[in-house]
């Protein structure tokens, strides 16, 4: 009794330190309410290095790419919805629950490969960034990406929770300038249609490349970790709320709300990706314009093709997500490394009462800053990347279909029927995924 009388304590003390208050029934929300860790997460995957692998995707092979993304829609939906259940149910992150429950090498295998891809990809996403910048008003690309990089860092470490929330949600706003750039360009509707709706497939290696690049770059493991744990800080922020494990009354309404947050975020992610290809098959595509690399290559060849406002909106966009995306990378970096190894972590505690988790998202944006100052190419850095994101994804969904199915870690809660069947088809593709981003990558 005294046990369970000082576990009710603890749950009862937010990581602000100030005791909860009194449960009480939360009214009826609003979407816009609603949506919060599954709109960001949606949103931070349609970071510059995504642009990148969808716009090669539309430059390359036109129309006919463009069904991969609504064959990842549900694959991706789910898997991230199993995340989001996971830190709500449990009240603790991925990594913390693999650490408890799991051999300690797994973990810490995953962790490691998770850093050194976060890393490259902030790198990656910083250069794109600073690149669209050169490109719209010229300057120093170097000068660019140190601003960019301590931006960003200074922007986790030093706003507060829930006002850092509200500007990463406003953010996402930042993706609506592909949907400007479809308007503006002229885009036979019909053959798009036969492309989105009906799979077309080609032999040719790049072909599969590139469908491995997309499934690798739609589900991500930084994207699972992130949004567990911000199911965790928002838990802890709200007073009323407990994980379920503990609050099992609350079940229904908290995965009724993960549901349509996560459904909405992952088919905003789509169809801005969407967006991309569309716009990128259009006028790259059709023009010749088929080796594109990164994203600042897709706005520059799109000015002489499609206009110089198609080209200002594509670059422009690429800002805003990376100033989305790499908050996430260098969070969700942290938040593995941090409950690997049982730091207090939480983007809402303050920097000293958190100095580890907050060391982490500095070094690993200052590190990403890194790459721009040394002789690495950043295009095969991207590519290598994408490879260890595909590698460390099926270990880590492997581990989460299990956490999700254990009934002493998730309780009643646990994920069953057509959920749990297509979260498993989801780690299969992506292991047959990871396997091909192995052999594409042989000489």
């Given at each position: 009794?005294?046990?369970a ?6 749950r009862?003390v ?8 009194p449960?009480?029934?939360?009214s ?7 949506l ?10 349609d ?10 995707g ?17 694959l ?8 989001a259940?996971?830190?709500r ?36 996403d ?32 030093f706003?507060?929770y ?6 990463l ?14 308007l ?13 709706f009906?799979?077309?497939?080609a ?21 699972f ?14 007073p009323e709320?407990?994980?379920l494990v ?6 229904k309404?908290?995965?009724a ?6 459904y ?24 010749g ?10 706005a520059?060849?799109?000015k002489?093709?499609a206009?110089a406002f198609?080209f ?9 997500t ?19 190894r049982?730091?207090?972590v939480g ?6 009462k958190?100095r ?24 095969k ?12 994804a ?6 989460m ?13 646990t994920v ?25 990558s042989?000489?």
């Amino acid at each position: 009794m005294a046990r369970a009388t000082a576990k009710a304590r603890k749950r009862n003390v937010p990581k602000s330190g100030k005791p909860r208050s009194p449960a009480v029934p939360p009214s009826k929300p609003g979407l816009l309410s609603v949506l919060g860790p599954g709109l960001i997460t949606g949103a931070s995957d349609d970071d510059p290095s995504g642009i990148a692998t969808y716009s090669q995707g539309g430059a390359q092979f036109g129309f006919a790419i463009t069904w991969t993304l609504l064959f990842t829609y549900p694959l991706m939906a789910v898997i991230q919805e199993i995340s989001a259940r996971i830190g709500r149910t449990t009240g603790k992150g991925i990594a913390a629950n693999i650490r408890e429950h799991y051999p300690n090498w797994i973990l810490q295998s995953v962790v490691v490969l998770l850093l050194a891809a976060n890393i490259i990809n902030i790198g990656a996403d910083l250069g794109a960034m600073a690149d669209a910048v050169t490109l719209l008003v010229g300057g120093p690309k170097i000068l660019y990406v140190v601003f960019f990089g301590g931006f960003c860092a200074l922007l986790e470490v030093f706003m507060t929770y829930t006002r850092h929330a509200s500007v990463l949600k406003w953010l996402t706003l930042a993706l609506l300038a592909y949907f400007g750039t479809v308007l503006v360009v002229k885009v036979p509707w019909a053959e798009a249609a036969r492309g989105f709706f009906i799979p077309t497939f080609a032999s040719t290696a790049a072909f599969w490349a590139t469908v491995v690049a997309i499934l690798g770059t739609t589900i991500s493991p930084y994207l699972f970790f992130w949004q567990a744990s911000q199911e965790v800080e928002d838990l802890d922020e709200a007073p009323e709320q407990e994980a379920l494990v503990d609050a099992p009354g609350q079940g229904k309404d908290a995965n009724a709300r993960i549901g349509i947050d996560t459904y909405v975020g992952m088919a905003f992610s789509n169809l801005v990706a969407l967006a991309i290809m569309v716009t990128t098959a259009a006028t790259l595509h059709v023009s010749g314009h088929t080796d594109i690399q990164t994203s600042s290559q897709a706005a520059e060849a799109l000015k002489p093709v499609a206009g110089a406002f198609a080209f200002a909106i594509f670059a422009l966009g690429i800002v805003g997500t990376g100033l989305l995306a790499v908050p996430v990378l260098a969070g969700s970096a942290a938040y593995a490394l941090g409950e690997s190894r049982k730091w207090p972590v939480g983007l809402a505690r303050k920097p000293l009462k958190a100095r580890a988790f907050y060391l982490t998202i500095v070094v690993a944006t200052l590190a990403g800053v890194g790459i721009s100052f040394s002789p690495i190419d950043p295009i095969k850095a991207l590519f290598w990347s994408a490879v260890i994101n595909g590698v460390v994804a099926v270990p880590v969904m492997v581990m989460m279909m299990l956490i999700t199915a254990n009934t002493e870690i998730m309780g009643q809660f646990t994920v069953k029927g057509l959920r749990y069947i297509i979260g498993w088809i989801a780690t299969a593709v992506m292991a047959a995924a990871a396997v091909g981003m192995v052999v594409t990558s042989l000489p």
